[in-house]
């Protein structure tokens, strides 16, 4: 191959893979967009923001009890309600991983609503007691 040649391929692969790396940046940037802007929101902006979203999807038909958990557990610190909240839907998710064998993944759940019993006070012993329970044995 003469030289003009590999210079002219090693352009071409070199233009080939600056057009993907642009194509990636473009698609990626709305990500990259709401992260930032997420960053950038005080944590008590951040609370209700995700407690609107808890709200939304719990009214949305076919939205898993993980997914709830999640937006509860971030609004948590924002209101009594949405700790409730969070351990209502960390414990149903827990039981969801139970059934689906998913022993790690429950724990994790039941563990979070712990957590936010005792961050919040607002637990009976009785509820403390039931979530004890339903974590997984090793």
Known sequence: MNPS?????????????ATRTRASLLRDRPALIRETLYAELAPQARAQAHRKIAAVLENSPGRGHAEL???FLRAAPASAEAAAGAVRHSRLAGQEA????????AAGHFRR????QRRAAQATPASRCELLLSLPRR
């Open 98 to 105: 139970l059934d689906a064998l998913a022993y790690e993944e």
């Open 113 to 116: 609503a712990l957590d936010v």
């Open 5 to 17: 040649r590999r210079t002219s391929a090693g352009w071409e692969r070199s233009h080939a893979a």
């Open 69 to 71: 958990a999640y937006h």
